[in-house]
């Protein structure tokens, strides 16, 4: 699931992730949009916090 996803579908804001992954609402809205990738210390806290819902692949587009 896409962090993006995740978040609409716990009904939560971007700042309220952010500040439960001990981030910038600014580097998460990155993340939502693809324009930045977490590192893995927090791909793994994101991973923990969606419990498992959102993974590091998420994160990677599929190749065509």
Do not use: H
């Not at 996803?5 to 971007?14: G, M, P, V, W």
């Not at 001990?22 to 793994?44: E, F």
């Amino acid at each position: 699931m896409k962090l993006a996803d995740y978040i609409a579908a716990e009904k939560i804001t971007q700042s309220e992730f952010a500040a439960r992954v001990g981030a910038a609402q600014q580097t998460v809205n990155q993340w939502c949009t693809g324009n930045r990738l977490p590192r893995a210390p927090q791909m793994k806290k994101i991973f923990s916090i969606t419990s498992g819902a959102v993974s590091p692949n998420d994160f990677y587009e599929a190749a065509p």
